[in-house]
């Protein structure tokens, strides 16, 4: 049979079973995509995929931090909460939801506020300390069973004296400043908080401040702290700053490809116990199985695998600091920045996330915590931003979708803890 006649044939066969509906489910379970034009380009990267050189990814490795350890996590913004009741309500629903883990927020520029060592809030009468607030937190985790997370970030604006303005989010003009404040969180919640991120999202901008990202200087920054928790309590677990997905090489922006192999490079491979990623699925589904650098799905981690076990760091996991659709409503006109993380329904959010959990568990033995970005904010002062539409609940306390589907999902996958 001639070539061209065997091709034609070809396509004829792919074609009507392309066509067929038995055929969709299986196309949403190959290529995390429901529209059939955008399944069928997946078909062909996958395709492309088979031209690459087989990612390393050693599946079979003794991983740390992944065995006996739930996945169930979520992002929370407690010390945003004003009124310490809401604040039990929340770890509360959290707790009775089914989540194990909590990544909360201790910002920098909330503790150590107006200088160097300085742990008093003078910012609204009565003067107290600092600290009152987030014990209240890790008393509350303690209280319901919870595990923390404990994100250090968010410098305060005296950090940045001497330096170039670099805005909030910009790292201290001395890296000695952030370890320093880093001990003191540690000191003071030794053998109560075990797990410590150092920074967050350092290769995309604002999170490394107004100038360009600089991998070697967050590898010193991370090290510095890292040996400075490590020294008060050799049984903290270090987590490094959670890396944007991207493909950006403008100086501001870096691909997280690139950032991680100039981290190893400046030597950071010692200096952080589990790898931090973000899980966002953005413009596909939770089924999405390109591997090109060039895109940016829910399983781009596999290519952060890769790097690390490249770089001798095959026990290691990862832990993705941030999962979720965002299910912005359908009104462009209202919300700003419609459509920068993808959107989603908030039925299609509901399903997207399980299904997640469901194919880490099958799929990827190097994952560990996934948390959920996020829990519910203070107010809906930001109904007006495509970002707040990540949340599993309202600030009234009222459930999304998401929520409820989570809770039916963690109630029937317990793991051990």
């Not at 913004?77 to 509360?92: D, M, S, Y």
Request: net charge neutral; proline share 7%; hydrophobic share 40%.
């Amino acid at each position: 049979m001639r070539p061209r006649l065997i091709l034609f044939l070809a396509v004829i066969v792919f074609a009507v079973w392309f066509a067929l509906p038995s055929t969709a489910q299986q196309l949403v379970m190959a290529t995390g995509e429901e529209a059939r034009p955008s399944q069928l380009r997946a078909l062909w990267n996958q395709f492309l995929n088979l031209a690459r050189p087989p990612l390393q990814l050693a599946p079979t490795a003794d991983i740390k931090y992944v065995k006996d350890v739930s996945p169930f996590g979520v992002n929370t913004f407690l010390e945003q909460e004003v009124e310490v009741a809401k604040r039990e309500q929340t770890v509360q629903m959290i707790k009775e939801s089914g989540f194990v883990w909590v990544r909360q927020q201790f910002p920098w520029a909330d503790i150590e506020i107006d200088g160097k060592g300085d742990f008093t809030d003078r910012r609204n009468p009565p003067e107290r300390s600092a600290w009152d607030k987030y014990d209240n937190i890790v008393g509350l985790t303690e209280k319901y069973g919870l595990k923390v997370i404990a994100r250090l970030s968010a410098p305060p604006k005296w950090s940045h004296r001497g330096y170039a303005d670099l805005g909030d989010f910009g790292p201290p003009a001395q890296f000695e400043d952030y370890a320093d404040y880093v001990a003191a969180v540690v000191t003071r919640y030794k053998g109560r908080i075990q797990y410590y991120q150092l920074w967050n999202e350092p290769n995309i901008y604002p999170e490394w401040g107004d100038q360009r990202v600089n991998p070697e200087d967050y590898a010193r920054m991370m090290c510095m702290a890292y040996d400075r928790a490590k020294a008060i309590d050799p049984n903290v677990v270090v987590l490094s700053a959670a890396l944007a997905p991207t493909i950006a090489q403008d100086g501001r922006d870096l691909s997280d490809l690139i950032f991680l192999q100039r981290m190893y490079n400046a030597g950071a491979g010692r200096c952080f116990d589990i790898l931090s990623a973000q899980g966002y699925g953005l413009f596909s589904g939770p089924y999405d199985r390109r591997l090109d650098p060039q895109t940016t799905n829910v399983a781009r981690h596999m290519l952060l695998r890769d790097i690390m076990v490249s770089n001798g760091d095959a026990t290691k996991p990862i832990w993705l600091s941030e999962l979720n659709w965002n299910a912005v409503p359908n009104t462009p006109e209202k919300i700003q920045g419609w459509g920068k993380y993808g959107t989603a329904t908030e039925q299609q959010q509901a399903n997207y996330v399980p299904a997640t959990y469901d194919r880490a568990r099958q799929e990827w033995p190097w994952v560990g915590v996934m948390s959920i970005w996020f829990f519910k904010r203070a107010s809906d002062a930001e109904r007006d931003q495509s970002w707040y539409y990540f949340r599993m609940l309202e600030p009234d306390f009222t459930p999304t979708p998401l929520y409820d589907s989570m809770k039916r999902y963690m109630q029937t996958h317990k793991p051990g803890v």
